[in-house]
């Protein structure tokens, strides 16, 4: 096992809740994997809760966690994205977003009760999910003729790895999956036997 590819993410949505004043702030975390998906999501919700006042929103991806953003969405600077992206990160989480739809209720709650609302509605979001290990890896599609075709699927089979997408017509090709940490090993055991392009 190496720990270096492995993180935490959530399995399926998850929704919490915050009320204050008459203020409702809904949270809606979301297993994501690509900035195209958060976009797709944020602007299926901006639709969906259309008459919302804001839709504030934090998100984290990769297996280190090193694409992220937040957005106050029209809130004062500072007092919805990074508490939202705070909880996700207390919870040590990636692969996830958090949009927290508020509904004004006719009182300002100055910045600390922002805070504390956005804080509040995400942690309970993330209260309610369900929380998976998930190990980093590669797609990869495998390209090799019809005499390679024991040899790899041996180095498959020895190295426990899934294979999909498979098209034995005029040459064979595969998609596999393959962790960060035993990407060296792959490459090195498909060496000369077949082609490979990540995708």
């Known amino acids: 096992m190496n720990p270096s590819d492995e993180y935490r993410s959530i399995a399926a949505p998850a929704e919490g809740l915050y009320k204050e004043s008459g203020s409702r702030f809904i949270a809606l975390a979301y297993p994501v994997e690509s900035e ?3 976009k797709d999501i944020v602007s299926g919700l901006r639709k969906e809760y259309h ?13 280190d966690g ?20 705070g909880q996700i990160d207390s919870a040590g989480l990636s692969d996830i977003l958090v949009v927290v739809v508020r509904y004004f209720g006719g009182v300002k709650l100055g910045v600390p009760g922002l805070i504390r609302a956005y804080k509040s509605a995400t942690a309970d979001a993330l209260a309610n999910a369900t929380v998976v290990e998930k190990t980093a890896g590669t797609l990869y599609r495998i390209s090799f003729d019809y005499l390679s075709m024991n040899a790899v699927q041996k180095v498959l089979k020895d190295m426990g790895l899934p294979q999909n997408s498979q ?4 040459r064979c090709s595969l998609v596999t999956r393959v962790r960060l940490s035993e990407d060296g090993l792959f490459r090195e055991r498909l060496a000369g036997i077949a082609e490979i392009e990540t995708i």
Do not use: K, M, N
Request: with cysteine.
């Open 36 to 38: 195209q998906s958060v």
């Open 51 to 63: 008459d919302a006042r804001h839709h504030c929103y934090a998100y984290r991806l990769g297996y």
């Open 66 to 85: 090193a694409v992220f953003r937040s957005s106050d969405d029209g809130e004062p600077s500072g007092t919805a994205g990074r508490p939202i992206l």
């Open 167 to 170: 098209d034995f017509s005029q």
